[in-house]
């Protein structure tokens, strides 16, 4: 019996991905951890509007 000897390899860190939808223009985005910190930082990239966390869906 041979075991401890499978490396594998993980695949990439997980890529958070997040889909935000807009509630001033409804416009859904499919966005990463860090394009979510920016849009709670500077608002929706379509219309400007600030948003929250509610805003984004796993
Ligand atoms: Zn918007």
Same mark, same amino acid.
């Given at each position: 019996?041979? *075991?401890? #000897? %499978?490396?594998? #390899?993980?695949?990439?860190?997980?890529? *958070?991905?997040?889909?935000?939808?807009?509630?001033?223009? #409804?416009?859904?985005? #499919?966005?990463? %951890?860090?394009?979510?910190?920016?849009?709670?930082?500077?608002?929706?990239?379509?219309?400007?509007?600030?948003?929250?966390?509610?805003?984004? *869906?796993?």
């Amino acid at each position: 019996m041979s *075991d401890g #000897s %499978s490396e594998r #390899s993980e695949s990439e860190e997980s890529v *958070d991905e997040y889909s935000f939808t807009c509630p001033a223009c #409804s416009q859904e985005i #499919s966005v990463n %951890s860090e394009m979510k910190t920016a849009i709670l930082a500077n608002g929706c990239p379509v219309c400007t509007e600030s948003v929250d966390t509610g805003c984004f *869906d796993t």
